[in-house]
Structure formats: structure tokens, C-alpha cells
């Protein structure tokens, strides 16, 4: 009878083979691989793990960026699209906002009347130097906020030799700006797999407690990276679209306004 149950139970067991945990052996011990079927990025030390998303990043020719950022006490919000010869996109705050596009070296900016007028738009609450209505000026000038009013809706063209340009051009910098984002500080650390917008990734941390930043990079395909989490809470970005080709065209000239060499202060 002992015999016969046995057999019955050793029956069972192998017909129910999506169940075998429950029947005892091959169960808690043989835990399925998590770098099973992946680019095999998971099982690198973490510094390749960064090489390795890096250069993805850099051989990619398009890249959708979006998240926050916060520099100097302000969060601003960040939503890009860049690609080697310009790129695209919006920054905003909590006082302002701006579009960016870049074509080549030409730069437009365009903003809301009140990014003109009280200059709080650029990153760290500063007006761009040489602004045409710089900081409080709608308070001390009559005729400032009707100045502002027809640069709304307008692409104003940013000249190469005007100090803001360098600074507002390092937003549309695809290889640029992800070489500063993708660069973790401290000793890297391997950390656990998990998932970005539904995508397997592994995670490289830098510093002790992820204290330098967390870089998630894809374990399928080309280990493009996913997701950033800044040093010190200084935001999240998450990355997306590799290679993905967005149209890019100057705007028309009814659509812009063209200071020239440099835009005019109105101070």
C-alpha cells in the first residue's frame, strides 16, 4: 500500500510539472536565471555595465529625454528630443516656461510674454544676459510689457555670439548632455533587475546608498540606458525612442523674430 502511494504521488508530480515547487525538489533550488535570454549586460562588472550604456547612447542618432531636474532649489520639468545635428523640446518650471529648437547652429527659443518680462525662465531662476527685457523691467518700463507681448508665440532667434546661446543650446546637445546625466559619482555598484516602462533592466548605482545617482540600462536588445535618478535627489529622466527620426526644420520666417548679432536689453 506504501509502495502504491508513493507511485501514485511520484505520478502526480510529473503530471503536474507546472507545480512541481508544490511537490517537493527542484523547487526553491533551482531559481530561474533573471540574465536568462538578455543582452547579457546584467552579468558585467557595473563600470562596463556604464561603458556599455554610454555608447549605445552615443552611436544612437535619436533620443527622446523627459523628467525633472532641480538645480539651485527649482525643479524644472525637461521633455526633448534630440539628435546629432539639433534637437527639440520644452523646459519649464514653476514660474515659466520655454520651447527650444535647434537646427544645425541655429537656435530658437520661444516663451510665454512673462518669461520675457520678469526673466525667471532659465535654469537657477536667471534671465539669459542680454534678454531684451530683463528682470523687473515690466514694472519700470511702460512700454516693457507690450515689448514682451509681441515676442510671445514667436521664435526668437538666439545669435552665436549672444552669452545666453551657449547655455540654452547645451539643452538640445544630444551627446553632451547624456554624457553629463549618464555619469555616476563614487564607487559603482551592481544593484537589482527590474523593469522601465515595462523593459527589463539592471541597475548601476554610484556612492554609498545610490548617494552618486542610478543608471538603469536595458537587458534586451542594444543596452540603451532607460532611466536616470540624479545625485543627491536632483531629479529623474527617464530615455526612450532610441533612434527613433523626428522631423527638424527651421521656422518660418513669419514665425520668428531675428535681433541679429545679438539680442537687444531693453534695461
Known amino acids: 500500500m506504501r509502495t502504491r502511494n508513493a507511485a501514485l504521488v511520484g505520478a502526480l508530480c ?10 517537493g525538489g527542484g523547487g526553491d533550488g533551482a531559481a530561474k536565471d533573471p540574465d536568462e535570454g538578455t543582452n547579457g549586460v546584467g552579468k558585467l562588472q557595473p563600470a562596463q555595465i ?7 547612447a552615443r552611436a ?11 538645480s539651485q532649489g527649482r525643479t524644472y520639468r ?4 534630440l539628435k546629432r545635428d539639433g534637437g527639440t523640446g520644452r523646459v ?7 520651447e527650444l529648437m535647434r537646427v544645425g547652429d541655429e537656435l530658437f527659443l520661444k516663451a510665454p510674454a512673462a518669461f520675457w518680462s520678469r526673466g525667471e525662465g532659465a535654469p537657477g531662476g536667471a534671465a539669459p544676459k542680454g534678454a531684451p527685457i530683463g528682470k523687473g523691467a515690466a514694472d519700470s518700463k511702460p512700454d516693457a510689457a507690450a515689448a514682451a507681448g509681441k515676442l510671445e508665440k514667436k521664435y526668437v532667434k538666439v545669435p552665436v555670439a549672444d552669452p545666453s546661446y551657449q547655455q540654452f543650446k547645451g539643452f538640445t546637445e544630444k551627446d553632451v548632455l547624456l554624457d553629463g546625466l549618464l555619469g555616476l559619482h563614487g564607487k559603482l555598484t551592481r ?6 516602462a515595462g523593459a527589463r533592466t539592471i541597475r548601476v548605482s554610484g556612492g554609498a546608498n545610490a548617494s552618486g545617482g542610478t ?3 536595458a537587458l534586451m536588445g542594444t543596452p540603451y540606458p532607460l532611466r536616470i535618478q540624479r545625485a543627491g535627489g536632483a531629479g529623474q529622466l527617464e ?3 532610441w533612434g527613433k527620426d523626428f522631423p527638424l526644420t527651421v521656422p518660418a520666417k513669419s514665425e520668428t523674430v531675428d535681433y541679429g548679432k545679438k539680442i537687444p536689453s531693453a534695461n
Open 14 to 23: 510529473v503530471g503536474l510539472s507546472v507545480a512541481l515547487t508544490a511537490c
Open 50 to 56: 556604464q561603458d556599455k550604456a554610454r555608447a549605445a
Open 60 to 70: 544612437a542618432a535619436a533620443v527622446h529625454l523627459s523628467g525633472s531636474v532641480v
Open 78 to 81: 525637461i521633455d526633448m528630443r
Open 92 to 98: 519649464s518650471s514653476d514660474v515659466s516656461t520655454f
Open 191 to 196: 544593484g537589482e533587475h527590474g523593469t522601465v
Open 215 to 217: 543608471l538603469d540600462v
Open 239 to 241: 530615455l526612450g525612442d
